[in-house]
């Protein structure tokens, strides 16, 4: 994995990536416009990848991994 600096993404962002990571082993379909707005939001910093075949489709990538674990270790 390559190291590099974590970018703030947003409450409704994390909270999204936060789904991805838990349900779906690590892949979940956006359930509307704003979630594929928050998942965009993360796949352009890197902590998601939008399916290639459905845009409503993330999967999360190991920078998304490492930046909530992070997260977790910040509280």
Known sequence: MTTRTMEPIGG??????????IEGQGSLYAED????RHGATCAKRGYLQRDQMDGA???????????LEKLARAH
Do not use: C, Q
Request: aromatic share 12%; charged share 25%; glycine share 8%.
């Open 12 to 21: 409704a962002a994390i909270a999204f990536l936060r789904r991805v990571s």
């Open 33 to 36: 416009s704003k979630e594929v």
């Open 57 to 67: 489709l993330f999967h999360i990538t190991g920078e998304g991994r490492a930046y």
